[in-house]
């Protein structure tokens, strides 16, 4: 195989790697032909082939960006092109930066600034307003749960640095003869450790007290929902929760805007769900839209949740606080607040203030509910466990993008999640997957795409505060760092060379 093939390979093997495909052993070599044409060529051409690589890997993996039916065909395909030409710079400067450490300071040390520059580029693409912390290697990982225990220390990003630095260590162990033994022992150990701390987490687990959840699933077809009356979509969900009654189930949960109105405002829809809610002596919580006012520009529309409980006329609720960039706000608002009068199709809600924890009720311990894609962002959901939530839900509608790959890769961020931040989560979707999804990131039960029903059983409230958890917020300072310093390193080593070469 040529040199600049090997970025076209790694694309085919990564995209392999993850779900739904999900051979998630292919994670461990998927990289290591990246590597060799990185140290094969000279930085320009590493770094041109590679985002040619970077660019089939990411489109093969966001592809269903293209396929959002919420929004004009053209604007879907733009959108879905721009995020991928944007990714593939992550390959395209690593690739470069690989291809000149190697020939400057020798293999060891470009494979040390491989794992540490592009674990920064994962997090810096996963933080912010324009954030999408998605196409990440940690998420190979969620097909074999040993290792995904490792979430609950690094999170997501702790799963990525351990699989992209398996990858560099197996290429030293190819590449360098000489040391094998070795490299070999620290490729073990690395590849073991983790592993053992997964397969005792996982043994030795120990699951709080049950709760009583149910998902339900109407399978409202995205293109009609904004079309339906609201009745007719209340009365859908009212007849699809109607098994659950006599149960023994606390807590329903209904998805992201399943009441497509504003409940606040619609005193009928609010009696008559109080009025299911008092009959069944269950909770429920439903995404519906809810307004609030701002000062400058009125009634402003949000994207939130709310827990109608039996017993009290009280509505309490949630706002999702980090919005889809585009899709569902322009970002930089704070910084210019004139970009809410531009409209490229995008819903334009008004991000919630801070995150809600609803009090304990009915036989439901203190809970929080992240909206849609909240769910793979590390900071929500730490501060949601951090103020008390024992339980936590996510309600979504992934049916813009019909039956792609994007549904399944965004319940498999959820369960890594779960594991994250060692909370249950109910995971209630309009067209699927819903699931019941427990604290190790395994799924009691599943109710697939495209169908209609509910699932319901018991999940485990958890008080454990991860190390995940705390240390959710300093992510990027935390690997920037450690970017910062391997320059700095390699900065001295230039100013202050050896008199010999290195021979790795």
Not at 120 to 130: A, C, S
Not at 305 to 318: D, K, Q, V
Request: with cysteine; net charge positive.
């Amino acid at each position: 195989m040529s040199a600049p093939l090997g970025f076209l390979l790694s694309a085919v093997l990564g995209i392999l790697s993850f779900p739904p495909v999900g051979i998630w052993p292919l994670s461990y070599v998927a990289l290591i032909p990246f590597l060799a044409s990185c140290v094969a060529l000279p930085p320009k051409r590493a770094r041109r082939w590679a985002y040619l690589g970077g660019f089939v890997f990411f489109a093969g993996l966001l592809y269903w960006l293209g396929l959002n039916s919420g929004a004009p065909p053209m604007l879907s395909a733009a959108s879905v092109v721009v995020v991928v030409l944007i990714l593939s710079t992550v390959w395209s400067i690593t690739a470069g930066a690989v291809s000149l450490a190697a020939r400057r300071f020798g293999l060891v040390t470009a494979m040390i600034l491989f794992v540490v520059l592009y674990l920064f580029f994962e997090v810096f693409w996963g933080t912010g307003e324009l954030g999408f912390p998605w196409a990440l290697w940690g998420l190979t990982q969620i097909g074999f749960l040993p290792a995904a225990q490792l979430a609950d220390l690094g999170d997501v990003y702790g799963l990525s640095l351990w699989v992209v630095s398996l990858n560099a260590l197996l290429f030293l162990l190819w590449k360098i003869p000489a040391r094998r033994k070795q490299i070999g022992l620290i490729t073990a150990l690395t590849f073991v450790v983790p592993l053992l701390y997964g397969i005792i987490r996982l043994s030795t687990f120990s699951f709080g007290p049950p709760v009583q959840v149910a998902a339900v699933q109407a399978n409202t077809p995205v293109e009609e929902k904004w079309e339906m009356s609201a009745e007719d979509i209340a009365q859908s969900y009212l007849k699809t929760s109607a098994p659950l009654v006599g149960t023994g189930t606390r807590l329903v949960v209904w998805p992201e805007t399943a009441t497509p109105t504003p409940l606040r405002y619609r005193q009928w829809l609010s009696d008559e769900l109080h009025t299911f809610c008092d009959g069944s002596n269950m909770t429920l919580l439903t995404g519906a839209t809810d307004y609030e006012q701002d000062s400058v520009r009125g009634m402003v529309p949000l994207n939130s949740a709310f827990l109608i409980r039996p017993g009290t006329r009280e509505l309490l609720s949630s706002a999702k606080i980090h919005l889809v960039p585009f899709g569902e706000r322009i970002p930089a608002q704070k910084i210019f607040p004139f970009l809410h009068r531009l409209h490229l199709g995008q819903a334009e809600w008004e991000p919630g203030k801070s995150v809600v924890v609803f009090p304990p009720n009915n036989g439901i311990p203190a809970s929080g509910c992240l909206i849609c894609f909240e769910v793979v962002f590390p900071d929500l959901a730490a501060d949601m466990t951090r103020g008390g939530a024992r339980l936590l839900t996510t309600i979504t509608n992934d049916g813009w993008y019909g039956n792609s790959s994007g549904p399944y890769q965004h319940l498999d961020l959820a369960r890594l999640r779960a594991i994250a931040v060692r909370r249950s989560i109910v995971r209630s979707a309009n067209t699927g997957i819903s699931a019941l999804i427990l604290p190790t990131g395994a799924m009691s039960k599943t109710l697939g795409y495209n169908r209609a029903g509910e699932i319901h059983g018991t999940v485990p409230e958890q008080t454990e505060i991860t190390l995940a958890a705390w240390l959710a917020h300093i992510w990027l300072p935390f690997y920037g760092a450690i970017l910062l310093l391997t320059l700095v390193v390699l900065w001295i080593k230039v100013r202050h060379p050896r008199t010999s070469r290195p021979v790795l």
